[in-house]
């Protein structure tokens, strides 16, 4: 929301400066394209780090803060020992996506710090596989760039 603000606030500030609004445009698609270039990377790091992990069978144990940041995650109970997963859980549906009474399959990363769940690994394939379509459409849409 305050990126929101700050953002405004500069545009009404570039406008009576005497910023042509089609720079303000202009500036505006950069955030946008940067934030995806950013993203892009994110989810490609996150799928290669994905396939150096081991697969286990666990049990979910709780939804927490994470260690590392100030969203809730999913942990799970590898082995004996509890892991938080490496992405934020799905607030909706807690019941339904986290039944304690199953067994989950989760990917262990090799410093033992993290799990990935089905819905981590969901997230790092599907990103991967759409960052890399839409690089190929942007080389196909503008082969001159």
């Not at 607030?91 to 710090?113: A, I, W």
């Amino acid at each position: 929301m305050e990126i929101i603000l700050v953002i405004l606030v500069v545009s009404v500030l570039a406008v009576i400066v005497g910023v042509k609004v089609i720079w303000l445009v202009f500036g505006f698609a950069a955030l946008i394209a940067l934030a995806f270039a950013v993203s892009m990377i994110l989810l490609t790091v996150f799928f290669v780090r994905l396939l150096f992990t081991k697969k286990h069978t666990a049990s979910f144990s709780r939804i927490d803060k994470s260690p590392r940041n100030r969203f809730n995650v999913a942990y799970y109970i590898v082995d004996g020992t509890e892991y938080p997963n490496i992405f934020p859980e799905e607030g909706f549906l807690q019941s339904k996506l986290y039944p304690s009474d199953k067994k989950h399959t989760v990917f262990l990363t090799r410093n033992n710090k993290y799990v990935y769940d089905k819905f981590a690994c969901t997230t790092c394939t599907i990103g991967f596989l759409l960052s890399i379509a839409s690089i190929i459409a942007g080389i196909l849409i503008f082969p001159n760039i």
